[in-house]
Structure formats: structure tokens, C-alpha cells
């Protein structure tokens, strides 16, 4: 048991990464401890935290495989599940890293929604394979074995992966509190009803995506540019208000400041995670489809830090 739990953090972090899952990654860490518990206590593994890695890492590669399709099915774009606070595991557990800062994603970055994003481009083994050697500095012998891969072909599929990474991922600030007093403009822009300073901190390529799964109401494509951005969230906020007060919220999500919001009736509530470059926001990531946030405590959205009623 101690062995298991000393590794239990890392081994959750292995396994949303891989899966973008709250609930994957739960159920693979418990699979993990159950086949652990099959060992027979004498002799055990020569080291625990190889083998465990190995076991959470096949199983969220089996996973992965089994929810492609699910997920290119799925209505509307298809986000990871949010994390907030550290709800469901702890996002940021330690890991290692290579020397050479080209060669190396931190852990803030792998956890963030827009790398995530990008991470369900890849194939399940392109995946699996960029997350246990770049993220955790599992060797290639290792991934390969969890894989079902040669250490040969692993190598390859991790620096397939590692080269779209670079291409695709979106050039973010490393400073938080510029991040998080971007995301500050953003909200008091937005609960202003402030047209020209939501314009200002938005870039002018910005993107929007919001993952209702077609269980609330939702646009189904991405809303693209300045303009349509800020006239589409401000018309969320028109139309919730109408509704009753709107609860907004700053919190921690996947590692960086985001916006939680519930309306007044409880009829609709999401996660909001933003990507923000030289002082302006250039991708939001709405998750507002509610079997994606069973696992956030919505409820406790405190009213009076951020509020707008139907007046504004």
C-alpha cells in the first residue's frame, strides 16, 4: 500500500495526459493498484515504479484506442475534461526532464487545455509514446513495453510526435500573473459589457471552442477572429443574465487561471481555460457539457465575486 501510494500522484498524472479524462484517469490508477495487489508479495517487482508506470501507462493506451471513435463521433469539438484546483488527482506531479530546453515540454504546458488539445491529433502510440519519454523521461525500453512497440519504434514515434507539438501548439506566455491579469481584462470586460476593452485583449486571431457534446446549447464550430469572439461572449453573458444573475469565478484550470461560471438557475454551468500570448488571449476552451464536470464543484461559485444581472 505504501509503495502504491508514494507513486499514486505521478502514476494520475501519467494517466489524464494520456487519456484527457478525469474519469479515465481514475479508473486506470484503480486497475493499476488492483493488478499490483495480484502480485504475489514474494519476490516483488525489481522496481515498483517501472512496473507501475508500465502497467498505467498500457491501459490508457488501450483506452485511448477505444475512445477514438467515441470521440470522432462526439457532437461539436471534443475538449479534454477540465481540472481545476487539482480536483480528480494532482495535475503538476514531479517528473524529470532532458537538458536541452527544446527537447522538453514542462509540466504546466502538458497539462495545459490548448497542448492537450493538440496531443488528441496524434495517434494513440504518437501520444502515449511524446508523454511517458518527454514529459516523464520514461526510457525507450520502457515506452516500448507499453506500447507494444520496439524501443526503435518508439523512438521514432516519440520525435513524430515532438516535431507537431512544435508545429501545432500555440505560442503561450511562461509569466502567470501576466496570464492571469489577462484573463482579469477578459472578465471585467466581459461583466462590463465593454465591447472596445474586450476587443483590446483579445488577439486578432483568436479562437474560440466551446465542448457542449450536445447536451446543452452550444456552438458546434470554432468561433474565429476579434470580432465574432467578443460579440459571442458577450452575447453568453446577455443571455444568461436574462436568466438571472450570472456566478463567475477566477480559479486554477489545468495549471493556469481560468473562469468557472454557473447561471442562477443551475441550468448551465462550464469551465473556461484560456491561452495567452504577449498580453492577449489567443484561444478560450469552454467546457459546458456536464458530464465533463461532475468532478468540479460548480456549486460553491461564490456569487459576490463576480456577478452580472440583467440590467447590464
Known amino acids: 500500500m505504501a509503495t502504491f501510494e508514494a507513486e499514486r500522484g505521478r502514476l494520475w498524472g501519467i494517466a489524464y495526459r494520456i487519456t484527457g479524462t478525469v474519469s479515465d484517469a481514475d479508473d486506470a490508477v484503480q486497475e493499476t493498484w488492483l493488478r499490483w495487489q495480484a502480485l504475489p508479495g514474494d519476490p516483488p517487482v525489481d522496481s515498483p515504479r517501472g512496473f507501475l508506470t508500465t502497467v498505467v501507462s498500457r491501459i490508457c493506451y488501450d483506452l485511448l484506442g477505444s475512445a477514438r471513435a467515441r470521440r470522432e463521433r462526439y457532437v461539436g469539438p471534443w475538449l479534454p475534461e477540465p481540472l481545476v484546483d487539482g480536483a480528480g488527482g494532482d495535475p503538476l506531479p514531479g517528473s524529470a526532464y532532458g537538458d536541452a530546453p527544446e527537447d522538453r515540454v514542462t509540466l504546466d504546458e502538458s497539462v495545459g487545455m490548448a497542448l492537450l488539445t493538440v496531443l488528441e491529433r496524434l495517434t494513440p502510440a504518437e501520444r502515449t509514446a511524446f508523454i511517458?519519454?518527454?514529459?516523464?523521461?520514461?526510457?525507450?525500453?520502457?515506452?516500448?513495453?507499453?506500447?507494444?512497440?520496439t524501443p526503435d519504434a518508439v523512438r521514432q514515434l516519440?520525435?513524430?510526435?515532438?516535431?507537431?507539438?512544435?508545429?501545432?501548439?500555440?505560442?503561450?506566455?511562461?509569466?502567470?500573473?501576466?496570464?492571469?491579469?489577462?484573463?482579469?481584462?477578459?472578465?471585467?470586460?466581459?461583466?462590463?459589457?465593454d465591447l472596445d476593452a474586450l476587443l483590446a485583449v483579445l488577439d486578432p486571431e483568436v479562437v474560440w471552442r466551446s465542448d457542449g457534446g450536445g447536451r446543452v446549447s452550444a456552438t458546434r464550430r470554432p468561433v474565429l477572429g476579434r470580432e465574432k469572439v467578443a460579440r459571442y461572449a458577450l452575447g453568453l453573458v446577455a443571455r444568461g443574465a436574462e436568466r438571472g444573475p450570472v456566478?463567475?469565478?477566477?480559479?486554477?484550470?489545468?495549471?493556469?487561471?481560468?473562469?468557472?461560471?454557473?447561471?442562477?438557475?443551475g441550468r448551465q454551468s462550464g469551465v473556461f481555460a484560456f491561452t495567452v500570448h504577449d498580453g492577449r488571449i489567443t484561444e478560450v476552451d469552454a467546457v459546458l457539457n456536464p458530464e465533463k464536470l461532475g468532478h468540479v464543484a460548480l456549486g460553491l461559485v461564490d456569487p459576490g465575486r463576480a456577478t452580472v444581472s440583467g440590467q447590464k
Open 132 to 149: 511517458l519519454h518527454d514529459v516523464f523521461a520514461v526510457p525507450f525500453p520502457d515506452v516500448a513495453e507499453a506500447v507494444g512497440r
Open 158 to 193: 516519440a520525435s513524430r510526435a515532438r516535431r507537431r507539438v512544435r508545429a501545432e501548439a500555440p505560442r503561450r506566455t511562461v509569466d502567470r500573473t501576466e496570464h492571469r491579469r489577462t484573463v482579469e481584462a477578459f472578465l471585467s470586460a466581459v461583466m462590463g459589457g
Open 247 to 265: 456566478r463567475v469565478a477566477l480559479q486554477q484550470v489545468n495549471g493556469a487561471t481560468g473562469l468557472l461560471f454557473a447561471d442562477a438557475g
